[in-house]
């Protein structure tokens, strides 16, 4: 199609930073992946950490995403070199080795945190939140300026069936509108196929996620952000959006509990690094293969809510974003929700 033709610097730009995502789906950002219900374990793929990042610590694993964005700067750390860290492509070739304990911890959308929790009997817990929501609702043009806006309206996104599907339901549920007769839900199989719609003029709105989105506005004249999920999903929720997790089992926890104290410093070190020294942060994106370029990843990084939230505060966004998910579709959490043995230090 033309228009897909015109979207190729947008997709190339994009897929360089998306994963399966910064939440796993469909094809653009973790967020989507992160919805879906538990994967299948899969053969994982051979581990391709280079020998900057091979040490004999705890063995880390990350997306190449918003997920492990945080944690490049400790990865290429004095302390960083104590500790295996490893990249892959798809949550699925993680969840054998967290299962099989052959990973210590991983960088990974949080329902499947949760659903590991349930397929390893509670041997899996979470030790932080790591990125808050991603998803974005862009309009080429300005009607709307509020979550009411979009009764009557058609919006195409990514994600049926998944976390982006039920994030979507949930906000306009909660402002009043039925999903199912006040707007027109369109899905499409990945990203560049919503915004080719868009482009296109057969849909003036899409919910897509970053880094996708910083990619798009870049690309597509006259798209703009009309509403930020993550802000509409704190006003009706009271909590905030997540995305991504910090999983961890618990032996590796209980086999050295100082060590897993100072490897949380250096990571919440590093995600404060992540949001203040942009261009080196995006610089080690690159050289680390997490990115392909720099100069995209330095714009994406203030958009994909990095941060590093443990504690109470953890336990409320997690328990009420995991409530959304369970009664949306109680697979997309492993069947139940986690138990307080889930949330670590709470």
């Known amino acids: 199609m033309k228009c897909k033709r015109i979207l190729a610097a947008v997709m190339a730009a994009a897929l360089s930073l998306s994963v399966a995502g910064c939440g796993a789906a469909s094809s653009s950002s973790e967020a989507s992946s992160a919805a879906s219900s538990a994967p299948a374990a899969s053969p994982a793929a051979e581990p391709s950490a280079s020998p900057e990042t091979a040490g004999t610590g705890l063995r880390v694993a990350g997306l190449k995403g918003p997920t492990t964005m945080g944690l490049v700067n400790l990865m290429d750390s004095s302390e960083g070199a104590g500790y295996t860290f490893t990249m892959y492509g798809a949550a699925d070739e993680i969840v054998p080795l967290l299962v099989k304990g052959e990973l210590d911890a991983a960088a990974i959308p949080a329902n499947l945190a949760a659903t590991l929790y349930q397929k390893t009997n509670g041997e899996v817990e979470v030790a932080c939140v790591n990125t808050l929501g991603v998803l974005y609702i862009l309009e080429n043009g300005d009607s709307v300026q509020s979550v009411a806006d979009l009764k009557g309206q058609t919006i195409v996104t990514t994600g049926k069936g998944t976390t982006p599907e039920y994030v979507l339901r949930y906000v306009l549920r909660e402002n009043g509108l039925d999903p199912d007769s006040d707007v027109t839900i369109e899905y499409c199989s990945e990203a560049t196929e919503a915004l080719s719609q868009v482009q296109a003029g057969q849909a003036s709105i899409a919910m897509l996620p970053q880094p996708f989105v910083t990619s798009a506005l870049s690309q597509v004249e006259g798209l703009r952000v009309a509403l930020d999920m993550n802000e509409e999903w704190e006003k009706v929720a009271g909590s905030q959006l997540v995305t991504g997790v910090l999983a961890v089992r618990k032996d590796a926890v209980e086999a050295d509990p100082d060590a897993f104290t100072a490897f949380l410093d250096g990571y919440a070190a590093s995600v404060e690094a992540a949001n203040t020294d942009l ?56 069947g139940a929700l986690p138990g307080d043995d889930f949330y670590y230090g709470v």
Request: hydrophobic share 45%; with cysteine; glycine share 8%.
């Open 279 to 334: 261009e080196g942060t995006a610089a080690l994106c690159e050289s680390y293969g997490i990115v392909a370029k720099a100069a995209l990843a330095q714009k994406a990084l203030p958009e994909c809510n990095i941060v590093f939230e443990t504690g109470e505060q953890m336990k409320i966004d997690l328990t009420n974003y995991f409530q959304v998910l369970y009664d949306a579709d109680p697979a997309s959490v492993g």
